[in-house]
């Protein structure tokens, strides 16, 4: 492979720090002091869980839903939607971050797309 290709992983990173550096540029954040960004895995484990059964108007029809705290591999721990569960959640399940449909909003019907979290899929073999 030749040393001055740069993998998909690394055009992503590229791309999501230029896009996170203009958007602090055009409004900096107040009182933030330095901030270091630096790539996440999307990787982690759930670190607690809840199912959610009686959700706000906008979010009811996808009830019931688990909601988790999601201890990523690097340290933060981030609140996100479990999706694709092929049984019960369990506390230390390791999981990926995917983009999925959160909702539908206005008239035009215009997809809002975001975080949630699947279990890691098990290479086939």
């Known amino acids: 492979m030749d040393p001055h290709e740069t993998s998909a992983y690394q055009q992503r990173l590229t791309h999501q720090l230029a896009y996170w550096d203009?958007?602090?540029?055009?409004?900096p954040l107040e009182g933030a002091g330095d901030v270091e960004l630096f790539p996440l895995s999307?990787?982690?484990s759930v670190y607690s869980f809840t199912t959610v059964t009686t959700p706000a108007e906008p979010y009811a029809e996808f009830a019931p839903y688990v909601m988790a705290?999601?201890?990523l591999d690097e340290g933060p721990i981030v609140t996100a939607q479990l999706t694709d569960l092929g049984g019960p959640p369990e506390i230390g399940l390791r999981v990926e971050m995917v983009v999925r449909k959160l909702r539908t909003d206005g008239v035009h019907g215009i997809i809002v797309y975001?975080?949630?979290?699947?279990?890691?899929l098990s290479p086939a073999g």
């Open 42 to 44: 999307g990787q982690g």
């Open 114 to 120: 975001g975080p949630k979290f699947r279990p890691i």
């Open 22 to 27: 203009h958007v602090n540029r055009a409004q």
């Open 69 to 71: 705290l999601v201890k």
